[in-house]
């Protein structure tokens, strides 16, 4: 099966700083990846869109200064939190689309953020 | 607007018992897809299942089962015989056809099986 990675798969850090977290598609190209983010006991709720060689479509709520997303390859987008705070601390799981229809897309197996 | 709905939030059940975890979905789209996602404490996302709009067969696949009525919108998921190992969150999901690959998740249902 497609296999998506995730790195690092845990992080901590202070306050204020940035944290680019890495999702990839091992085994096949992904025009198109989503990020995800799941707080404690809560579902996963969507971020953002990521589109190879474009912009990253966010969702409403969503601050797209404070969650830069770049998919710069058909196998990587990253995403950035920066000027972190406690609150951003969470779990953040990427997708990777192959193909079109979300029938085939595959989950990475997550990054979870503490910042202190 | 898509909208799924678990209603419930945990079920605690003994092993050997049977345990039907139950999805309600909302979409205005006719063509649509639904999914259940297991969610171990590692966290890592496992699919269970898909299921487009227009195949309303019921799945089996060894202790799993699946009741699909687009007439009432639900896709229930039914585990037969649990066991310990089947402790988890439970994702329902929909994914509508103009969405592209979004995926909406339901509320989870924490399951946990007892020995």
């Known amino acids: 099966g497609a296999v998506v990675s995730q790195h690092p798969s845990w992080v901590i850090c202070k306050s204020g700083t940035s944290v680019k977290i890495e999702c990839r598609s091992l085994?096949?190209?992904?025009?198109?990846m989503f990020w995800y983010r799941q707080f404690p006991k809560q579902s996963l709720m969507l971020m953002a869109t990521?589109?190879?060689?474009?912009?990253?479509?966010?969702e409403q709520g969503v601050e797209k200064d404070k969650f830069l997303i770049n998919h710069a390859s058909l196998t990587l987008s990253t995403l950035t939190v920066t000027s972190a705070h406690p609150e951003d601390s969470s779990f953040y799981i990427c997708s990777a689309l192959r193909g079109l229809g979300a029938y085939e897309q595959y989950f990475g197996p997550g990054t979870r953020l503490t910042v202190t | 607007a898509q909208k799924v709905t678990q209603a419930q939030t945990e079920i605690s059940v003994v092993e050997k018992e049977d345990v039907t975890l139950d999805c309600v979905y909302e979409?205005?789209?006719?063509?649509?897809?639904l999914f259940w996602y297991k969610q171990p404490p590692s966290g890592e996302l496992v699919f269970l299942i898909r299921r487009n709009s227009f195949d309303e067969q019921n799945e089996i696949s060894g202790r799993y089962s699946w009741n699909f009525q687009k007439s009432t919108s639900s896709f229930n998921f039914t585990i037969t015989a649990s066991q310990v190992v089947d402790s988890a969150v439970y994702f329902c999901a929909l994914n509508g056809g103009t969405s592209y690959g979004k995926l909406t998740f339901g509320q989870g249902t924490i399951l946990t099986v007892h020995p």
């Open positions: 085994d096949f190209q992904a025009t198109t």
């Open positions: 979409t205005r789209d006719t063509t649509y897809y």
């Open positions: 990521s589109n190879e060689g474009s912009k990253a479509t966010y």
